[in-house]
């Protein structure tokens, strides 16, 4: 089942802040977020593991609360180039290792 | 190191017509992975192959059939295309154990 993602669309000012989350009402093994220029394939940003460890690359990083089922993406001090479309991907336990369902996408745009 | 490779990069095809979507990796990884794309739908898998002679039905299967050629190779063929199946297709590919997924450049298909 697809997990869900908000806010669908987000836009900020250059050095905002912002929170996007995915959710899912399964229980999961991991969590991977990318991110997807205009015409371009998606890119790997980070993978969580349950037990909530928090992973972060730069300005951006995440968490993942086993319990809830659910995983957030921080991105701070937004710069142009965080602009684009983020997607959560959850891999469930007992599914083929590596096997992602992929979120709807959240809309991010950064301007000057 | 070519990384994922797909061809072609754009195609055109008319209700009824045939065709086979390319994809090969030079990672040597275990699993590659087809993906369509459509706005606001994010990414739903077609089909994946977890090993070398092996292929499973993803979320949306219908009108698709798939070939592990070898470990370098997955295709996607549409056997009849309709214009529902006019979309972004991303062929992925993933080494054992927990990482990232490395995606192609996409196949832009238009059914008329």
């Not at chain 2, 369509?36 to 898998?45: F, H, I, S």
Request: aromatic share 12%; with cysteine.
């Amino acid at each position: 089942q697809q997990p869900v993602q908000s806010p669908q669309a987000v836009i900020l000012r250059e050095g905002e802040d912002a929170v996007i989350n995915c959710s899912s009402s399964k229980a999961l093994y991991s969590v991977h977020w990318y991110r997807q220029k205009h015409g371009e394939a998606p890119v790997f940003l980070m993978i969580l593991l349950k037990g909530g460890e928090q992973k972060g690359h730069e300005k951006i990083s995440a968490s993942f609360n086993e319990k809830k089922q659910q995983s957030s993406l921080y991105l701070t001090a937004s710069q142009l180039s965080y602009s684009g479309t983020y997607f959560c991907g959850t891999e469930m336990w007992g599914t083929s290792y590596g096997k992602l369902t992929f979120g709807q996408g959240t809309i991010l745009t950064v301007h000057p | 190191n070519a990384g994922v490779t797909q061809t072609p990069k754009f195609q055109v095809l008319k209700t009824g017509q045939s065709m086979t979507l390319q994809c090969a990796q030079d990672m040597n990884h275990n699993s590659m992975y087809w993906y369509r794309q459509d706005p606001g739908m994010g990414l739903r898998l077609i089909y994946y192959s977890a090993s070398e002679g092996t292929t499973d039905k993803g979320e949306v299967p219908n009108g698709y059939n798939v070939s592990r050629l070898n470990k370098r190779e997955f295709s996607l063929r549409l056997e009849s295309a309709a214009p529902s199946q006019t979309s972004v297709y991303f062929c992925a590919s993933h080494p054992n154990g927990l990482y990232e997924q490395y995606f192609g450049p996409g196949t832009r298909l238009t059914v008329t």
